[in-house]
């Protein structure tokens, strides 16, 4: 289960500007809080078996080289932010994996930590859990996080077509990709979004950095994240990470090209809203209320998503006018370690008293993250429903939208008289390619910050 913990909820005046305090909030996010194991015995011992027989295969075929003498991989991260997303970064971390065999509650990550878990039943995690932060489901639906490969490897096995939204102990299967490396280790790519994974069949090559698939909540999970797990040529489990309490038999070096630190405080997104983001019930969309165009006399709500916040540390939050004088500073800190957390404030229309492109920015561990927005430039560009257009319909080769400014038009999404998503393009362009698809009936859903619209073409 996914669970928010509002921890606290504060007024804050500001000095100089009494007449207008900035209502702010923040709360924690807290990803499996329940402990949800990623996979049972059986279906661990089911997957070992596969691999087995699946890498035996390929060896046959003469598609799958293992050397005793190759090197063990260098990894680089294995989740990647879509390059549509609007976001910073895209992940933190819940788990690694639990160095204490005994259980439950024994648990000890390769740092020494607790940022682990085990289970009653004697499961210890065996693997990283990267979940998706912030609006995992959002992400999810939107393939806004991407698994890729971690190293140059083969396929040697794969499953999908499994359930995508779990949201607890479901007992079935996952979606995943297994890739082995040329030293005979496989890393394991857990809980992808169903039919999302790469067209690439089993014996097929993969590079470090490839696509794999879309982060997902199939199989055991409790919402949307990568399990990342890795074993030796020899099927024992291997961690990742070099650290002071990494006891496994099968090293304690490294596989990272560069290794992240134990905790990695970072700004995960900096955004603006047309109300404070909702996070609803797994698996419903979390109701983002995302907005970037403001009409005069609307309120503004600021947030910074953050992943790995330190006690004590600060961010510094500014909004800033077009002209680039500030019109508001405050700072947000926190008492104690939050994995994933986020802060708000609520602007009233009185700091607008500027038209244009207005900055939200802030700063953590040195880095700035800004984000942009315009205020008081809408009411020209008021879009008429009636008057949106696509063309040539029936169409072959492009469909053009008319009617709506291209700047405004924020995601277009194609589905077939299935419902299945076909194509989707989340960027501003009034242009969409349909010449790949298959002749039939289809429906076009633009997306502006404002509305949704729908509109019927055939392709021909
Ligand atoms: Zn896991």
């Known amino acids: 289960m996914k669970k928010l913990f509002f921890a606290s909820l504060m007024l804050w005046g500001f000095s100089g500007i009494a007449q207008n305090e900035v209502q702010s909030g923040f709360a924690e996010y807290k990803f499996n809080p329940d402990h949800v194991e990623c996979m049972t015995p059986i279906q661990r011992a089911q997957i070992m078996h596969q691999l087995k027989q699946s890498q035996a295969a390929l060896q046959q075929k003469g598609l799958l080289k293992i050397s005793s003498h190759a090197a063990a991989p260098k990894f680089i991260w294995p989740v990647k932010k879509a390059d549509s997303a609007p976001y910073e970064n895209?992940?933190?971390?819940?788990?690694?994996?639990d160095h204490d065999p005994n259980y439950p509650n024994q648990i000890k990550d390769w740092n020494c930590g607790t940022r682990t878990y085990d289970t009653d039943g004697g499961y210890n995690h065996a693997g990283i859990d990267i979940f998706t932060w912030p609006f995992g489901w959002y992400q999810f639906q939107n393939n806004q996080a991407e698994v890729i490969a971690a190293a140059d490897g083969v396929i040697v096995y794969k499953s999908d077509g499994n359930f995508d939204m779990?949201?607890?102990?479901?007992?079935?299967?996952?979606?995943?990709?297994?890739?082995?490396?040329?030293?005979?280790?496989?890393?394991?790519?857990?809980?992808?979004?169903?039919?999302?994974?790469?067209?690439?069949?089993?014996?097929?090559?993969?590079?470090?950095?490839?696509?794999?698939?879309?982060?997902?909540?199939?199989?055991?999970?409790?919402?949307?994240?990568?399990?990342?797990?890795?074993?030796?040529?020899n099927f024992d489990l291997v961690e990742t990470y070099q650290g002071p309490c990494n006891n496994f038999p099968s090293g304690n070096q490294s596989w990272w090209q560069q290794q992240k630190p134990y905790e990695d405080p970072k700004i995960n997104a900096v955004l603006t809203h047309s109300a404070v983001p909702v996070f609803n019930t797994c698996p419903a969309t979390e109701t983002t209320n995302l907005k970037n165009d403001f009409g005069n006399g609307n309120s503004v709500v600021a947030a910074i998503y953050l992943a790995d916040q330190q006690?004590?540390?600060?961010?510094?939050?500014?909004?800033?006018?077009?002209?680039?004088?500030?019109?508001?500073?405050?700072?947000?800190?926190?008492?104690?370690?939050?994995?994933?957390?986020?802060?708000y404030w609520t602007f009233t229309s009185a700091y607008f008293n500027m038209t244009g492109t207005w900055?939200?920015?802030?700063?953590?561990?040195?880095?700035?993250?800004?984000?942009?927005?315009?205020?008081?430039?809408?009411?020209?560009?008021?879009?008429?429903?009636s008057k949106v257009e696509?063309?040539?319909?029936p169409a072959k080769e492009t469909l053009t939208i008319q009617g709506i400014p291209v700047h405004k038009i924020k995601r277009v999404s194609l589905y077939d008289s299935s419902g299945k998503m076909v194509s989707e393009k989340n960027r501003t362009a009034d242009k969409m390619d349909v010449s790949g698809l298959a002749k039939g009936n289809y429906v076009m859903v633009i997306q502006t910050d404002e509305q949704t619209l729908t509109k019927k073409f055939i392709k021909e």
């Open 166 to 233: 779990s949201c607890s102990m479901s007992g079935g299967n996952w979606n995943a990709v297994y890739v082995q490396h040329a030293d005979g280790s496989i890393a394991w790519y857990g809980h992808m979004k169903k039919n999302s994974l790469t067209a690439k069949p089993v014996g097929a090559a993969v590079a470090a950095g490839e696509f794999l698939g879309v982060v997902g909540s199939s199989g055991n999970s409790t919402g949307p994240h990568l399990h990342f797990e890795v074993y030796n040529s």
């Open 90 to 97: 895209v992940w933190s971390i819940s788990n690694y994996v």
């Open 311 to 343: 006690p004590s540390t600060t961010v510094q939050v500014q909004l800033v006018r077009p002209n680039n004088t500030v019109a508001y500073t405050t700072t947000a800190s926190a008492n104690v370690f939050y994995a994933a957390s986020y802060w």
């Open 390 to 393: 696509i063309y040539p319909n």
């Open 359 to 385: 900055k939200f920015r802030a700063t953590y561990q040195g880095k700035t993250v800004t984000h942009e927005f315009t205020y008081g430039l809408l009411s020209s560009e008021n879009i008429e429903t």
